[in-house]
C-alpha cells in the first residue's frame, strides 16, 4: 500500500493578529513534504480540535504571541483528548516564558519551540517522532 | 482499526471515523477498495456538487456561502476543499479552512482539505472515493472545490453530478473558458464578484457564447449573479442548483454516472502504469525507438503484475 503524508495543522489560537511565525513554519514543513493545513487567525480551541478531526491529522500545532498560551494550550490538549485524539502529536511555538513551556511540556506537549527556533528543526522533530509516515 | 469497524463508524456518522476512513481512502490500495465495499454506497444518493474556476475567482468563499444556504434548511454538508500539491516536494499547503472553517461551529458542516497528491488533472480519483464515504456517512449535500479550468480540471470534474463554473469581472475568462470547453461540462456558472466593474462585459459574452452553444445542443448552462463575500445571490444560487438537478432527470443522472466509473477505471489504470514507470530506472538506449521500448516495458509489467495485483500492490 502507499505511504499516507504527514499531515499537519497549523493554528492560531485566541485573540493575537501576528501570523507570520504560524506561516513561515507552515511553508518550511510543505517544503518537508508534509501537508500542513493552516486555519487562520483567531480560532477557539473548539473549532481548532474540530479542524484536526475532520482532517485526520498527525500533529496538530499552535502559535501564540499574546500571553494567553496558558489558558488556550492546555484547553486545546482536553479538547482533542476528549474528542479521541489521543495520538495526535502535539507541539507549540511563540511566545513562551521558559517556566510556562515546561509546564507545557509536562502537560502534554511533545515540545514548545521557541523564537528563532529555525525550521528545519521543528520539521526534525516531527519526522523523528512519526517516522516520516503518516500513522493513520 | 479494520475496515469492518471504519465501515460501521463511517455509517454511524461519527465523526472522528469519518476523518480516519477518509485518510484510508485517500492512501487507496486493495484496503481502501476494501471499505468502498463493505460501504457499500449505492448509486443513488446526493449529487456530488463540483465547483470550479479559476484561481481567486471566489470559489472557496461561495462554496462556504452554499454551505451556510444548506445548513440553513437543516441539511448535513460535506465539502472536500482540492488544493495542489508542490510538485517539489509533495507536500502542500491547504488554506482553504482560512475562509471555511471557524464560521460552522455545529457537527452539521464537515470540512476536509484535499491534496492532489501529484495526481494527473489536479484532482485525484480518490477525491471520488473520498466522496463516496462522505455520502455513506449520511451527507445530505457534497461539495468538491477544485483549482483551475484548464483541459486536465474539466477531465476531473467528471467525479461530480453536477457542476458550478465560478468566473470573475475583468479575467478575459470568456475566451478562456471557451477555449477550455468548460461551456460543455458546467451545469451552472456564476459570475461572481458582481460588485465589481466588468459585470456586465462578463455576463454579456458568456450569455452570447452560451447563446451559440444552445443551438446545438439544446441544454445550456444557468447563468448567475453572485457576491459571494456579501452572500448576494447565494440563496438563488443554492435554489437554482437545486433545480437543476431535478431538470436534468433520471437518465442523464444516470449517463453521468456511467461516465464517472468510467473515468475512474481509466485513472486507477492510468495511475498505476504511471506508478510503475516511476519505479523503473528508465536508462536511454540511443539506437532503440522509443515506442518500442515503450512497448517492451508494457510486456514486462504485464508479466510482473501477473497474479501480484491481488496480493494488495498498487493503489
Not at chain 1, 48 to 64: K, N, P
Request: charged share 30%.
Amino acid at each position: 500500500m502507499k505511504r499516507g503524508r504527514v499531515r499537519v495543522l497549523i493554528a492560531k489560537p485566541g485573540l493575537d493578529g501576528h501570523d507570520r511565525g504560524a506561516k513561515v513554519v507552515a511553508s518550511a514543513l510543505r517544503d518537508r513534504g508534509m501537508e500542513v493545513i493552516y486555519t487562520g487567525l483567531h480560532q477557539t480551541p473548539e473549532v481548532i480540535v474540530r479542524a484536526a478531526v475532520q482532517e485526520d491529522v498527525d500533529v496538530v500545532g499552535l502559535s501564540l504571541h499574546s500571553g494567553s498560551h496558558m489558558d488556550l494550550f492546555p484547553e486545546v490538549r482536553r479538547l482533542l483528548l476528549e474528542a479521541g485524539m489521543e495520538k495526535v502529536l502535539l507541539i507549540g511555538g511563540g511566545i513562551i516564558p521558559d517556566e510556562d513551556r515546561e509546564v507545557l511540556e509536562a502537560r502534554g506537549f511533545a515540545r514548545i519551540f521557541g523564537p528563532g527556533t529555525p525550521t528545519g528543526e521543528i520539521a526534525d522533530f516531527i519526522e523523528k517522532h512519526l517516522g516520516g509516515e503518516s500513522k493513520t | 482499526m479494520d475496515v469492518a469497524a471504519l465501515a460501521e463508524g463511517v455509517r454511524r456518522g461519527e465523526i472522528l471515523t469519518l476523518g480516519k476512513a477518509l485518510s484510508f481512502v485517500e492512501k487507496g490500495g486493495r484496503d481502501a477498495a476494501a471499505l468502498l465495499e463493505a460501504l457499500e454506497v449505492g448509486e443513488e444518493g446526493p449529487p456530488r456538487i463540483g465547483i470550479a474556476g479559476p484561481p481567486g475567482a471566489g470559489k472557496s468563499t461561495l462554496a462556504s456561502g452554499l454551505v451556510r444556504a444548506f445548513r440553513a434548511r437543516g441539511e448535513r454538508v460535506a465539502l472536500l476543499a482540492v488544493d495542489p500539491s508542490s510538485p517539489f516536494s509533495g507536500g502542500a499547503l491547504l488554506g482553504d479552512r482560512i475562509r471555511l472553517s471557524g464560521q460552522f461551529e455545529d457537527e452539521g458542516v464537515f470540512i476536509r482539505s484535499v491534496a492532489t497528491r501529484g495526481a494527473a488533472g489536479g484532482l485525484s480519483p480518490a477525491v471520488a472515493d473520498m466522496a463516496e464515504v462522505c455520502a455513506a456517512a449520511g451527507f445530505d449535500r457534497i461539495l468538491i472545490e477544485t483549482v483551475g479550468i484548464g483541459q486536465a480540471e474539466l477531465e476531473v470534474m467528471r467525479v461530480a453530478d453536477l457542476v458550478l463554473l465560478v468566473l470573475q469581472p475583468g479575467a478575459g475568462d470568456g475566451v478562456q473558458a471557451m477555449k477550455a470547453g468548460i461551456l460543455e461540462i458546467a451545469d451552472l456558472i456564476a459570475c461572481n464578484k458582481a460588485d465589481l466593474p466588468g459585470i456586465e462585459a462578463l455576463e454579456s459574452q458568456m450569455r452570447e457564447m452560451l447563446d451559440l452553444r444552445a443551438r446545438e445542443v439544446g441544454r445550456r448552462p444557468l447563468l448567475l449573479r453572485t457576491t459571494a463575500r456579501s452572500a448576494e445571490g447565494i440563496e438563488d444560487l443554492a435554489a437554482a442548483i437545486e433545480a437543476r438537478w431535478r431538470e436534468i432527470g433520471e437518465e442523464e443522472r444516470k449517463r453521468r454516472r456511467e461516465e464517472r466509473w468510467v473515468f475512474l477505471v481509466r485513472s486507477r489504470v492510468l495511475d498505476l502504469v504511471r506508478e510503475a514507470l516511476d519505479a523503473e530506472d528508465l536508462q536511454a538506449e540511443p539506437g532503440t525507438v522509443p515506442a518500442l521500448r515503450a512497448r517492451s516495458f508494457l510486456r514486462s509489467l504485464a508479466a510482473r503484475w501477473d497474479g501480484s495485483l491481488e496480493s494488495g500492490e498498487g493503489s
